[in-house]
């Protein structure tokens, strides 16, 4: 859990100097993804994303726009690209627009950190959706159980693996940076569960550029490496397919599972194929409405729940079908728009 950042009078020089320096740099940043018109308090908000080339950014925002529209607020998007310098700039744009409220998913919790002070001097308010921060005040952070989640998905790996006898075979782990907060508690769940049932990690590798390249060469080097291999985790979903290539290619597609965290639309039928073992599927579409729907409690003087924790589905093929709606509907997105054009 984040400590509130407690103001110093050292501080705000280092803010106000740090403002100084990116304040041309903002001027020029790249522009929103897109604006929403405000229809009802002509108030502004705007979302800084970590990369919205990465689905699950992607299908959040579409909640964070939904539940802003239904409130009227305009809202402008601002993907990083995975860079924590274009953020810090994007931050600074959104400073100067005088935005009413800022929310954050931002590139890593130490980074949030700078962001959350800056806003702070600005006097902003913000909500964390997804990712966390090492320290800093915020409204409310809107998160996934992923230590819980985490732990059932590995539940799911473990019951696998004793259907096939392979108790004795170990599990390698691709990971988003563990210097996110989520990040660290997603891999202590998974290992607690592999704990419980004596079953082995292998190494752990961390994503950089979460390309397609990187996950192949990461899960050929576990392979390689570790002969007696019968597993990888992957804690994100939409470089499967650099994993399942590397098991393929190294003629160990029968021998090595593949599981992960999040999900493709694909996953509805990789899934009951036993292409994949499971997911452990967070909520984005949910998790964006949710931030703004604390952000605009928040500005309208109610009292907000500080830290919101929403479920992870852990989705195997005993489950998807009874899962599905949920699936489609808060996982995916898909759907989104005719479900609000019922709610209006």
Known sequence: MATPFSRTSSSQPL???????????????????????????????????????????????????????????????????????????????AIRDKVDGLIISPTNSSAAVTILKLAKQADIPVVISDIGADGGEYVSYISSDNRQGAYEIGKVLVERMKALGWQDGRVGII?????????????????????????????????????????????????????????????????????????ADAGKADQVLLICFDAEPVFLDLIPRGVLVGAAMQQPYLMGREAVRAMDAHLNGEAVEKNGRLPVLAISADNIEEKLATIKRNVLGIETERNEEERR
Not at 191 to 210: N, P, R
């Open 175 to 247: 990971a988003i940076p563990q210097k996110r907060a989520n990040g660290q508690a997603r891999t202590a769940g998974f290992m607690s569960a592999l704990d419980e049932a004596g079953i082995k990690g292998a190494d752990l590798h961390q994503q950089v550029t979460f390309s397609y390249q990187e996950t192949y060469d990461y899960a050929r080097e576990l392979i390689d490496k570790h002969p007696n291999l019968r597993a990888i985790w992957l804690q994100g979903s939409d470089k499967y397919r650099g994993a399942l290539d590397a098991i």
């Open 15 to 93: 803010v106000f100097l740090l403002l100084f320096c990116l304040g041309l740099a903002a001027a020029h940043a790249a522009p929103p993804v897109a604006g929403e018109p405000a229809e009802k308090s002509g108030k502004r908000l705007a979302y800084l994303v970590s990369d919205m080339e990465i689905p699950f950014w992607e299908i959040m925002d579409r909640g964070v726009r939904a539940a802003a529209r239904e409130r009227g607020y305009r809202i402008d998007t601002y993907s990083a690209g995975n860079d924590a310098k274009t953020e810090l700039k994007h931050t600074v744009k």
